[in-house]
């Protein structure tokens, strides 16, 4: 509850309306003071406690809050040209794909008030790919690439830490690729753009061991969010697991017993004994679980089916996304596809194993968009009758 009685049930709101109020990263679940916390990352509640600090908690705050999510989906939908003739794919089909995904909202009340920085998570890691294209493609490798994928990828990380399973594969593709700059030199890269990026985790690492008393990658969430996801009466969709009354339940946002749990043991051995029990109940249950999985993976890539209307538009998106991805493969576009690919195969493995809310999706829609507006550009230019186009020499 915020002092002007708006009640977001959001943590990371519930951490922002702490931060502002008294400059500490606590209390994530709303109206029970649970102490310090790495629930989640740190720069969305710093950037929306300056928000409050500056213009109260009241409809005002939630409004600029809310508006900034929608023009920053804005500014990533009408960077898409831009960023499918950086890659070499020519800005129609980023062109078909921004018009298409504003026309829309495929992720429902994520793009506005339920979303987080997401919007700014997918723009960056758009960018970082356009990047490694680019690093793998030079004739000469340059220093100031080196530093923005540092920079860029520390930054990502205090967004969002789940797109960490993206960064070595991308590595991986630029010391791999055919490329006329010598595997040595482009190890250097990758290992000076890593020691960046871990420097720029460092401060958060430091101050999470100092208040936690634990070694913590960037949040500390995950045995909570396994438990929610994993028991007698979860369901694969948080939409879901609210409706049963399960998440309250089990979530200390509004199950007081668990946040007087996390109040005596901490937060850290709070998700370390919830992540105990979701992995006994897994292996009491293969079956369930599977199942659970299973739907998980399939609402990740087409939405929950009681929202008919984005059921059916996500399921298209997912469907040309793969269309696209092999005509790319056939097409020669194939490091484009490598790229675009990692986020899509990889990134969501860890969301198929909790429960499922479109914010999840967010971070790597480019490469579901992009795709998909590469396959129904090249569509038109099939029925056009005009040859699909090779990609250019390396730069």
Request: charged fraction near 15%.
């Amino acid at each position: 509850m915020t002092p002007a009685g708006m009640q977001a049930g959001d943590e990371g709101i519930a951490v922002a309306v702490t931060l502002s109020r008294s400059g500490r990263f606590a209390d994530p679940f709303e109206g029970l003071p649970t102490g310090p916390t790495a629930h989640l990352p740190p720069l969305y509640p710093l950037e929306t406690s300056y928000i409050y600090r500056m213009f109260g908690y009241g409809k005002t705050a939630a409004g600029i809050r809310n508006g900034i999510c929608i023009a920053g989906l804005g500014l990533l939908y009408a960077s898409f040209p831009a960023a499918t003739w950086a890659l070499g794919l020519a800005a129609e089909p980023g062109a078909i794909a921004g018009a298409l995904a504003a026309i829309y909202p495929a992720f429902r009340a994520g793009e506005v008030f339920r979303g987080r920085d997401e919007w700014a998570a997918a723009a960056l890691m758009l960018w970082l790919t356009v990047l490694i294209y680019r690093m793998c493609t030079r004739a000469k490798a340059r220093l100031v690439d080196t530093l923005l994928f540092g920079l860029g990828w520390g930054l990502l990380l205090h967004m969002q830490p789940s797109l960490v399973i993206v960064l070595p594969l991308h590595a991986l593709i630029l010391l791999l690729y055919r490329s006329p700059i010598p595997v040595r030199r482009r190890l250097a890269q990758m290992a000076t753009a890593g020691a960046i990026a871990i420097l720029m985790l460092v401060p958060w690492t430091i101050r999470n061991h100092s208040v936690l008393g634990a070694w913590i990658f960037m949040r500390d969430n995950l045995g909570l969010e396994m438990a929610v996801s994993n028991g007698d009466g979860a369901q694969p969709s948080q939409q879901d697991n609210w409706h049963s009354g399960w998440y309250c339940a089990v979530h200390p946002s509004c199950h007081a017993a668990a946040a007087d749990e996390i109040r005596h043991v901490g937060e850290v051995e709070y998700n370390r004994r919830r992540l105990h029990e979701a992995a006994g109940w897994i292996q009491r249950h293969p079956r369930r679980a599977g199942m659970l999985t299973l739907a998980r993976a399939f609402e990740f890539w087409a939405d929950i089916p009681s929202n008919r209307s984005t059921f059916v538009v996500r399921s298209l998106w997912s469907l040309f996304a793969w269309i696209g991805m092999a005509v790319m493969w056939r097409a020669n576009y194939r490091l484009q596809a490598r790229l675009l690919g990692s986020a899509l195969v990889f990134y969501p493995l860890i969301y198929y194993l909790i429960q499922y809310t479109n914010r999840y999706v967010m971070p790597i829609c480019f490469a579901i968009f992009l795709p998909a507006g590469f396959a129904l550009h090249q569509a038109y230019l099939a029925w056009r009758g005009r040859a699909v186009p090779l990609p250019p020499a390396p730069l």
